[in-house]
């Protein structure tokens, strides 16, 4: 199965500072992958997503991604994080077909300092 | 839009109650998700459905049960409320490849 590594779990980070939030995934053939974003007490939303084309890939708010095949990672980036930025971050895989293939990562907490 | 609706919002359950998460999407997507999400565990599936009639377990359906009647609804059931299923749960529908998620059920047992 598919397995999907997030290796920050918790990130501090003062406003206008940069930000880059690793995902990693193993399953090696065509991926489908997605950040969520969920804010205190909120619900996953979708941030960004990457089927095809460009491998760099931007999203609501500023973020963006950048999908490496080689390296099997789907990093997320914002060059200036802003307070209401703080959430927890997912990283999310489709892999092939069918129901049970959506697999996330165990999240980032990201908590931006005033 | 309503999207997906899952009631309640919070419960609190006394150890071998039952209850009834209820979830209803109205995308009339056929794919449907019962997650739980635990602090520093990210989102654990619960019992997914493909379509009206047809459910499948997750990686964690112990103590869990599941149905879909319509292509609309999928409530999740526990039959004897454990403390270890304190958690907060989420309903979740998928089309193709994005999947769209409730508001989520925080659920205490205590």
């Known amino acids: 199965a598919q397995s999907v590594s997030q290796h920050n779990h918790h990130v501090i980070l003062s406003e206008a500072a940069s930000l880059e939030l690793g995902c990693n995934y193993s399953?090696?053939?065509?991926?489908?992958l997605f950040w969520y974003v969920q804010y205190p007490g909120q619900h996953l939303q979708l941030l960004l997503k990457?089927?095809?084309?460009?491998?760099l890939v931007k999203g609501i708010k500023g973020f963006e991604a950048e999908f490496i095949k080689s390296k099997f990672s789907f990093n997320l980036r914002k060059p200036s994080v802003q307070w209401s930025d703080t959430a927890e971050y997912f990283c999310a895989v489709n892999q092939g077909t069918g129901a049970n293939n959506l697999f996330f990562g165990t999240g980032t907490r990201l908590t931006v300092i005033p | 839009n309503a999207g997906v609706t899952q009631t309640p919002k919070f419960r609190i359950l006394k150890i071998g109650q039952s209850m009834t998460l209820q979830c209803t999407q109205d995308m009339n997507h056929n794919y449907m998700y019962w997650y739980r999400q635990d602090p520093g565990m990210g989102l654990k599936l619960i019992y997914y459905?493909?379509?009206?009639?047809?459910?499948d377990k997750g990686e964690v359906p112990n103590g869990y049960n599941v149905s879909r009647s319509t292509t609309e609804d999928f409530p999740l059931r526990l039959e004897l409320a454990a403390p270890s299923q304190t958690s907060v749960y989420f309903c979740?529908?998928?089309?193709?490849?994005?999947?769209?998620f409730g508001q989520g059920t925080r659920l205490t047992v205590v």
């Open positions: 979740a529908s998928k089309v193709n490849t994005e999947a769209f």
């Open positions: 990457y089927f095809s084309g460009d491998p």
């Open positions: 399953y090696g053939g065509t991926v489908n």
């Open positions: 459905s493909v379509g009206a009639g047809i459910t």
